[in-house]
């Protein structure tokens, strides 16, 4: 089983609507959670970080942590057509490195 | 200029043929990391360097090797190359001091074996 699980989608969205992104953990030990955006063709960008339970927001974007639950969340408001990107979920392990997701595939549409 | 090169861009080579990738960086950064992207799979990391005499394994390291020859340079290399290896290929670093867990890619080495 891989550490960090994503849905692949595509998932997809109207504009204006809420994205959510979902993403699962197996390393209860992990403290460091991230959120990267990977344009087509283009190398990943972090979007956001969370490091405590509850909820962090930064402009349209939401990343939620639930520990217990190993799970963690990125919820994209009023959805443009330029977020269209594939996200990925990285949690750091107890090394120091970042564990990626398979990322999920967002669209959305005018 | 980006801050983190990596060359070449796109290689096209044969099963067999001895690759070499290389990354350097003006960040300053101490650690650097090499990460595959295959389709479905995300970023699976192959080696990463937490300083110049550091060098760990990543989650797929078998068939790969890499140098570090600088703090600014760290080299992946495929002795043989084999068609599964066909992938893009990512160049990473990140600041050790501020440990933010963001990571600084480079624009990516697209490898197709034949």
């Known amino acids: 089983q891989k550490e960090v699980e994503q849905n692949s989608g595509p998932l997809s969205v109207p504009e204006g609507a809420i994205a959510s992104l979902n993403c699962t953990y197996s390393?209860?030990?992990?403290?460091?959670f991230f959120w990267y955006r990977q344009y087509s063709g283009k190398s990943p960008e972090l979007i956001m970080s969370?490091?405590?339970?509850g909820d962090k927001e930064d402009g349209r974007f939401t990343a939620q942590l639930n520990k217990a639950s190993q799970y963690v969340s990125l919820l994209i408001r009023d959805s443009q057509p330029s977020d269209s990107a594939t996200y990925l979920c990285?949690?750091?392990?107890?090394?120091?490195?970042?564990?990626f997701g398979q990322g999920t595939e967002l669209s959305v549409k005018p | 200029d980006a801050d983190v090169t990596q060359t070449p861009r796109n290689r096209i080579t044969k099963t067999g043929k001895r690759i070499m990738l290389e990354c350097s960086q003006t960040?300053?950064?101490?650690?650097m990391y090499w990460y595959r992207q295959d389709p479905g799979l995300g970023l699976r990391l192959i080696y990463y360097?937490?300083?110049?005499?550091?060098?760990n394994k990543g989650e797929i390291s078998d068939g790969y090797s890499v140098s570090r020859q600088a703090q600014a340079k760290f080299s992946l290399s495929l002795e043989s190359a084999i068609p599964n290896q066909t992938a893009l290929y990512f160049c990473?670093?990140?600041?050790?001091?501020?440990?933010?867990?963001?990571?600084?890619f480079g624009e990516g080495s697209r490898l197709t074996v034949l």
């Open positions: 960040k300053g950064h101490d650690r």
């Open positions: 990473a670093t990140s600041d050790q001091d501020r440990n933010t867990g963001e990571l600084f």
């Open positions: 390393d209860r030990g992990s403290q460091s």
């Open positions: 360097s937490f300083d110049v005499k550091d060098i």
């Open positions: 969370i490091y405590s339970n």
């Open positions: 990285a949690v750091e392990d107890q090394g120091g490195k970042l564990i």
